[in-house]
């Protein structure tokens, strides 16, 4: 009887507490209305009522007197009149958001808006500086603060940084509209990554990251090959089964295979097929032919090719453009040299687009509906200014032949090696064909003392010399640099000095590096690929080659014009390098550097060893 008396004492007891427990609940203030609103005001935003949102901010402050709760409030109200563009109102209410004391939360996200408003002012480096420090950050700011770093790195063009950054901010968005935004900021990001830094990190850690990573490679590299590209994405889809681009940004890469497609039905193609150029004409022709016939679309999305004579013994180029434009062309292609794209252009409108394979003369007037496709000797020597100036090379001497081809090559070096933080400090011409270039030689070295003598040295302000020259020229020319106290100068050129085979000549220009099309020193690129071709064209690729190149990658721009001429065509993979177009509608080709060995020609960079 006592232990049962004892038991119900105890219970008792224990109702008791409950009822003054609850009592206590019914007299405690409400917990922090902020969550509850927060959720409500975050509805309104992802209906984008902006509006709705700060109203339902500005009522819960009304009603909430606990110091924090309004910080928070008056902060969430800010992001959304950032969201509004009203930076004063924004600001003011940042100020009011202050407290005396440290909150992680209130100081999380008071870095994040304060980073916004930097971004806002332009000033993506002081964004960094207020986010990064607090970041991982409180899980209630943790959104806006990587949102704030994801875009500061973007702007600064750290876009695989930001890329990686927007991949983990995937799991912070649970507004369906915040994450495609996200997405599409990540995939533009990774549309921006050079070529060569996806490459470095192939093939990706097999995680969500990763599988961005890897479908931007293959969106990017295989765009030439429609096929071959339908099957990674098919083999990605299935790898990544579930991943966050599967959903939107992988059917926007399919739907690009056919997009792009879209382009020109009939197409004239005009070039010199006669007289002294027909063996380059032609092997356009063929390089043409070659990318038509491995293309695997049926006939009725390939374009009609309808090839023109301009030679010697054909028709004069203007005209060729006016009949093919009055037969129905809808793009013309070619000339090839550049007096003919002259011509054409100057000739008058062009109603149709023309794609001319060559460059026009500087300071000419672009005009509408142009093109400019071709192995330009500018775009040689700025590659290698600009490989120059990456490599931490400062100051440049040039040596370049006495004609126009060396004045081009000159200016383009000397321009993009400046634009890199180098300068030219002395250049010197010669003449073509003339052997013995002793004086010349040591007046560009600057060498000191009698010829031949032991203390004899050259000019101690340059590390570099740019050479422009033809391979007859270039094993000349490299033998008496060396001899005139030039044997430890780096020695640059373009991609003149290689005549594409292997040759025991080129024993004398051992350690000469220079700029070419990625084919030209390794079988890279889209198919069909140049040992593909040998098999049946080996004679023509050993005299031919660059222009075969050139053929390929021009039948392959065709269904890209389109989105060049709106100026969204991105980088392009090609055989003749990195194809993307400048603002006035040159194709401009992004070259490899190699270098002269002795088991023949070796891609800098690579191990894929030399080639023959």
């Known amino acids: 009887m006592q232990a049962t008396s004892t038991v119900t004492v105890i ?343 023309l794609l001319a394979l060559n460059g026009v003369p500087r300071g000419t007037e672009v005009p509408r509906n142009l093109f400019r496709f071709g192995l330009m000797p500018e775009h040689d020597a700025a590659a290698a200014g600009r490989f120059a100036a990456e490599r931490g090379f400062r100051e440049a001497l040039v040596f370049v032949p006495m004609d126009d081809w060396g004045r081009r090559v000159n200016a383009a070096f000397t321009e993009a090696f400046e634009q890199g933080g180098g300068r030219v400090v002395a250049r010197e011409t010669y003449t073509s064909g003339e052997r013995d270039h002793a004086n010349t030689l040591r007046r560009l070295l600057g060498v000191t003392g009698s010829r031949g003598s032991d203390r004899a040295e050259m000019r101690k302000d340059a590390d570099l010399l740019f050479l422009g020259a033809f391979p007859d020229n270039a094993r000349l020319i490299m033998p008496q640099i060396r001899f005139h106290h030039g044997e430890n100068l780096p020695v640059i050129a373009t991609s003149h000095v290689y005549t594409g085979n292997r040759d025991r000549r080129d024993d004398d220009i051992k350690g000469l590096v220079f700029m070419d099309a990625p084919w030209m020193v390794g079988d890279t690129g889209p198919s069909p690929r140049r040992t593909e071709l040998a098999r049946h064209w080996d004679d023509q690729l050993r005299e031919q080659a660059r222009l075969v190149g050139m053929g390929l990658d021009t039948y392959r721009l065709i269904p890209r014009l389109r989105q060049a001429a709106d100026g969204a065509m991105q980088e392009l993979e090609g055989a003749t390098g990195l194809l993307r177009v400048s603002d006035d509608g040159e194709i401009v080709r992004g070259l490899v550097p190699a270098q002269f060995t002795d088991r023949g020609v070796r891609r800098l960079g690579s191990d894929n060893g030399a080639s023959e």
């Open 11 to 353: 219970r008792l007891l224990a109702l008791a507490a409950c009822i003054l427990a609850l009592a206590a609940c019914e007299t405690t203030p409400p917990p922090d209305p902020e969550p509850e609103v927060a959720e409500l005001a975050a509805d309104a935003r992802a209906r984008g009522d902006l509006d709705q949102a700060l109203a339902l901010y500005d009522e819960a402050l009304a009603d909430t007197e606990d110091e924090r709760s309004r910080a928070l409030l008056n902060l969430r109200a800010a992001e959304v009149l950032l969201l509004q563009d009203q930076r004063d109102e924004a600001a003011e209410r940042l100020e009011s958001a202050r407290l005396d004391d440290p909150d992680e939360l209130v100081d999380d996200l008071d870095a994040a808006l304060r980073g916004r408003m930097a971004l806002l002012d332009e000033e993506p480096e002081a964004a960094l500086e207020r986010v990064e420090p607090r970041l991982p950050g409180e899980p209630g700011a943790r959104r806006q603060l990587m949102q704030v770093q994801a875009e500061a790195l973007a702007a600064l063009g750290r876009h695989l940084e930001s890329a990686e950054v927007r991949s983990e901010l995937e799991e912070e968005l649970r507004i369906a509209a915040d994450r495609e935004r996200n997405r599409e900021a990540l995939w533009q990001d990774l549309m921006q990554v050079p070529m060569n830094e996806l490459q470095e990190i192939m093939p990706p850690p097999p995680d969500v990251f990763g599988g961005w990573v890897e479908l931007a490679f293959f969106a990017r590299s295989h765009r030439f090959d429609r096929e071959r590209l339908r099957q990674q994405l098919e083999q990605w889809a299935e790898r990544y089964e579930g991943h966050p681009a599967g959903e939107q940004i992988l059917a926007e890469v399919r739907d690009d295979i056919d997009r792009t497609r879209v382009a020109a039905g009939r197409v004239a193609v005009l070039l010199p097929l006669s007289g002294s150029l027909a063996d380059a004409g032609r092997a356009v022709r063929d390089g043409m032919l070659a990318a038509h016939f491995s293309d695997t679309g049926n006939g009725t999305e390939r374009p009609q090719l309808r090839f023109v004579d301009v030679g010697e013994h054909g028709v004069k180029p203007r005209d060729a453009y006016e009949r093919a434009v009055s037969d129905g062309a809808e793009l013309v292609i070619g000339p090839l040299t550049r007096d003919d794209v002259e011509t054409v252009v100057l000739g008058g409108d062009l109603p149709v687009p």
